[in-house]
């Protein structure tokens, strides 16, 4: 018998990288436990299954394409209500789904309101359709993270309550919103778990799921 805490972390699997996140978490809590925890991860499909979990996270991938089958799964109220009271992590289509207004969106996708922020779909363009750099995140110990960017999505508008993580440079110098936090609502537009390093997953457990604000650091 274990008296350890429980917790089990869902990966929304309509669509998208799923599997990646999975083996990401697994991966984040093998390499250093979390002591008198107990992790479970999980695939999410439907409203009982979300329904199970302490926190979420919603992969990339497409996001009308995930709007479309969670329009058609019964899962769009379900998941807006459940970012208003659990933990939740949007990577690039992910964070579109999360924001409250799209730009380039199509016209019925479905936009869950969970961070207060305008989003622009493909917002670095075509020539720079996919690319990594390297950002090194203040809460993360050690080398700079490597972000990798796919067809991203960024932030345009950030509404009181949202914080800003963090930004990259674009060529022409400009910089870009690319995470954001409201709460325990968290949003990147790159994607974490396609960069060989399971540091940003174990600061998504251990902040937001444990909720252990009081040390970021321990990442
Ligand atoms: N461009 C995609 C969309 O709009 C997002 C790309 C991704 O998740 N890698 O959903």
């Given at each position: 018998m274990t008296s350890d805490r429980q917790l089990r972390v869902g990966v929304l699997?309509?669509?998208?990288?799923f599997r990646e996140h999975l083996e990401y978490l697994a991966q984040a809590v093998a390499a250093a436990p979390f002591p008198g925890i107990q992790w479970h991860f999980c695939e999410v499909k439907t409203p009982a299954e979300l329904e199970r979990c302490d926190g979420l996270v919603i992969p990339g991938g497409e996001s009308t394409a995930m709007s479309l089958i969670a329009q058609r799964t019964g899962m769009v109220e379900p998941l807006r209500d459940y970012c208003t009271t659990h933990p939740v992590w949007g990577t690039c289509a992910g964070l579109i789904l999360l924001a409250t207004t799209i730009v380039d969106?199509?016209?019925?996708q479905v936009a869950l309101?969970?961070?207060?922020v305008e989003v622009r779909r493909n917002a670095f363009g075509r020539q720079l359709d996919s690319f990594t750099a390297p950002v090194?995140?203040?809460?993360?110990?050690g080398e700079p993270f490597e972000t990798v960017f796919i067809r991203a999505p960024v932030v345009t508008k950030v509404e009181p309550g949202v914080e800003v993580l963090s930004t990259v440079e674009r060529g022409d110098g400009s910089k870009v919103v690319v995470a954001v936090r409201q709460r325990r609502v968290l949003g990147t537009s790159f994607h974490p778990e396609l960069a060989g390093d399971y540091r940003f997953h174990r600061w998504f457990l251990s902040e937001f799921v444990v909720g252990d604000s009081a040390s970021p650091a321990s990442a």
């Open positions: 699997a309509l669509q998208g990288a969106g199509k016209p019925d309101g969970a961070l207060d090194a995140f203040p809460w993360l110990k």
